[in-house]
């Protein structure tokens, strides 16, 4: 098993930028592929950004391509999201997750391990 913690996540004006971190700790991260995916109040959880065990493989929402970019640390156990340019539409509780496979994607039901979540918003 694996345990994750998001932090980093704050009040910001828009155009400006956060930097999640998830925190993992447990069994050998690297054995992981890791997603953040985020809920705004009342709506659904959706995918943000996905990357591989191995760092090799990114995705991202199509909103957030070219603001947000996902990296991981294994050596840290650690994964990251920066943003940038942030938007009010960011506004959501930002939650990592984790399953134990390559790469997994935008596949949420496949997540196994997640996080308390973070608070980031956005004002304009």
């Known amino acids: 098993q694996v345990q994750l913690v998001e932090s980093g996540g704050g009040l910001v004006q828009a155009g400006g930028s956060l930097r999640l971190a998830c925190a993992a700790s447990?069994?050998?991260?690297?054995?992981?592929?890791v997603g953040w995916f985020r809920q705004a109040p009342g709506k659904e959880r959706e995918f943000v950004a996905a990357?591989?065990?191995?760092?090799?493989?990114?995705n991202y929402e199509n909103s957030v391509k070219g603001r947000f970019t996902i990296s991981r640390d294994n050596a840290k156990n650690s994964v990251y999201l920066q943003m940038n340019s942030l938007k009010p539409e960011d506004t959501a509780v930002y939650y990592c997750?984790?399953?134990?496979?390559?790469?997994?994607?935008?596949?949420?039901?496949?997540?196994?391990?997640w996080g308390q979540g973070t608070q980031v918003t956005v004002s304009s």
């Open positions: 990357i591989s065990r191995s760092g090799g493989r990114t």
């Open positions: 447990g069994r050998t991260f690297s054995y992981y592929a």
């Open positions: 997750a984790a399953d134990e496979a390559y790469y997994t994607g935008n596949r949420l039901q496949e997540y196994d391990y």
